[in-house]
C-alpha cells in the first residue's frame, strides 16, 4: 500500500512536472516569435535612423 501511493504520488508529480516545463517552454517560444517579429526588427529601424 505505501509503495503504491508513493508511485502514484511519484507518478502525479512527473506530471505535473511535464506539464509546467511544457507551459514554460510555449510561453519562451511564444516570447521569441513576438520578440523577433517585433523587437527586432524595431531595433533594427532605430540603428538605421540613427546611422
Excluded: N, Q
Excluded at 508511485?7 to 519562451?28: D, P, Q
Excluded at 526588427?41 to 546611422?51: E, G, K, S
Amino acid at each position: 500500500m505505501c509503495i503504491e501511493t508513493a508511485e502514484a504520488k511519484l507518478e502525479r508529480v512527473s506530471g505535473l512536472y511535464y506539464s509546467i516545463t511544457f507551459f514554460v517552454l510555449f510561453i519562451y517560444f511564444c516570447f521569441c516569435k513576438w520578440f523577433v517579429l517585433f523587437i527586432v526588427p524595431c531595433t533594427l529601424t532605430h540603428l538605421c535612423f540613427i546611422d
